[in-house]
């Protein structure tokens, strides 16, 4: 069903948007599609491949003989696959769109907080379905909650995985993960990036929509379910949640909002994660009329953004540092705030580029 969307798609960018690309600015938007693809979508998916496969090995080593070291080594690997989710997670379309009963890549392998008493059921019975609409007791933090603990008692977690159920459980949760990422990774591999290329239109449903309004989403998804929500400042909460935290098991969140911030700027600057210079919205910006103003703007609301989480300690855990730490937290909840009408409902007017999904955000 990917495969014939993703062609029709083809064909019918090609008719859509031939002799069209700079209609009302000047900018190459064929040359964004392509650097955005080459330098951050198709690297990122790599890296998240491979990352799966490294954290695949040592899991295997520590089920098939728990101990400290062999855990420590498998808790380290995860770190490494959940700090490289969140430079994929902002590509959230195409191959990693939703299809059929499947949801979007995110909702299935990234959704959060987990159900403990899903999980807990699932380990007791033994008997699983991964394409089930308990999204919330699989994927990346599933297998987070199987393998570290809020207390860090690390000898109970080698206790436990003597249960073969847990070992079986642990195991599938991952070829999980990695099956769905390879799929994604060999479509961008295929037919899928020359389709998304050619279709470089900004109406509803172009390439470019698609790239921009999922950038808005993954930026709204950090600010409001990753820092707001936990916080207790979303709209009908009375009090903070610290265990609606990303990451809550390991004590890793503050890593995630650190790189999901880091990713988002990326696709800003078009700016590899490894520093290579590429073409984003900035160089957008810089073609169409009152850019470089907006340009201004943006990069000084990020400058706030950028201050804030660095000011930010490292220890204890974001979940701990909202009893302890709550005020910078609302201060960063609060610079998020304001990046919103710069990436969102400046950024979509002066690009022409409408906001195609429900985002509840009261902006």
């Known amino acids: 069903m990917k495969n014939r969307f993703i062609v029709l798609v083809f064909a019918f960018g090609l008719v859509a948007c031939n002799g069209s690309e700079n209609v009302g600015d000047s900018f190459n938007r064929t040359l964004l599609l392509t650097e955005i693809a080459d330098n951050l979508i198709i690297p990122s998916y790599q890296q998240l491949d491979n990352s799966s496969a490294k954290l695949e090995s040592s899991l295997r080593n520590f089920t098939n003989n728990p101990t400290i070291e062999t855990l420590i080594l498998a808790q380290q690997d995860w770190v490494v696959l959940y700090t490289d989710w969140q430079w994929a997670t902002a590509f959230n379309f195409g191959p990693a769109g939703e299809d059929g009963l499947e949801k979007s890549l995110t909702e299935e ?80 591999g295929g037919v899928y990036k020359p389709a998304f290329i050619a279709f470089f239109c900004t109406d509803a449903g172009s390439s470019t929509s698609e790239l921009y309004n999922e950038f808005v989403k993954s930026f709204e998804a950090l600010k409001n379910f990753k820092v707001t929500l936990p916080l207790g400042l979303r709209a009908g909460q009375t009090q903070s949640e610290p265990a609606k935290v990303e990451a809550y098991y390991s004590g890793r969140s503050l890593l995630g909002i650190q790189q999901h911030w880091m990713a988002m700027k990326s696709i800003w600057y078009g700016t590899s994660r490894h520093g290579e210079a590429g073409v984003g919205f900035y160089e957008y910006l810089e073609n169409v009329s009152g850019g470089k103003e907006l340009i201004k703007a943006t990069e000084q609301q990020m400058t706030m953004v950028d201050n804030t989480i660095i000011n930010l300690p490292n220890l204890p855990s974001f979940s701990q540092q909202i009893t302890t730490n709550k005020q910078s937290l609302d201060i960063l909840s609060i610079e998020l705030q304001k990046q919103t009408r710069y990436f969102k409902s400046d950024l979509s007017s002066l690009l022409g580029i409408a906001i195609t999904f429900a985002s509840g955000d009261g902006d």
Request: proline residues 1%.
């Open 109 to 188: 392998i990234g959704t959060f907080p987990v159900s403990e008493t899903k999980v807990e059921g699932i380990l007791q019975s033994g008997t699983f379905n991964l394409n089930d609409f308990n999204r919330d007791a699989r994927g990346i933090f599933a297998l987070e909650y199987l393998l570290f603990r809020v207390d860090n008692n690390q000898q109970a977690l080698v206790a436990s995985m003597a249960s073969e159920n847990r070992k079986k459980f642990s195991l599938a949760l991952l070829q999980n993960i990695r099956s769905k990422v390879q799929s994604v990774l060999s479509e961008w």
